[in-house]
């Protein structure tokens, strides 16, 4: 299991970017699939993007796509989301998320690793 540290939010104006971190602990980073989840006030956490072990695969929500990019770098244990074009609906608490093993996970029941998320607030 990884410890998970989530880095980045803060306050942004619609249509600025921001680029959020999530820093892991433990020496098996390579090993878990990564994912990005959301939530806003009364809204269920919503599914943002996934990264493959190796970084070579990608998946977006349909909100995000074309605006936002996973990325990971596993010689710094470190999943990025970079997020372009951010409206005020992009508002939220950030997650950074892991589970061992291979797949697209899209849903957050199928992560078992979790950050304490941070908040992302897109207002003028």
């Known amino acids: 299991q990884v410890q998970l540290v989530e880095s980045g939010g ?3 104006q619609p249509g600025g970017s921001l680029r959020l971190s999530c820093a892991a602990s433990g020496r098996s980073f390579s090993t878990y699939t990564m994912g990005w989840f ?8 919503e599914f943002v993007a996934t990264i ?3 970084g070579l695969t990608t998946s977006y ?6 605006r936002f990019t996973i990325s990971r770098d596993n010689a710094k244990n470190t999943v990025y989301l970079q997020m372009n074009s951010l ?11 892991a ?3 291979p797949g697209r996970y899209t849903n957050p029941y ?5 950050g304490q998320g941070t908040q992302v607030t897109v207002s003028s």
């Open 61 to 66: 929500g349909d909100s995000v796509k074309g």
């Open 38 to 45: 959301r939530q806003a006030p009364g809204k269920e956490r």
């Open 10 to 12: 803060g306050l942004v």
């Open 87 to 97: 409206k005020p609906e992009d508002t939220a608490v950030y997650y950074c998320a």
């Open 99 to 101: 589970v061992q093993g």
């Open 110 to 114: 199928d992560y078992n690793n979790w």
């Open 52 to 54: 493959s072990r190796s």
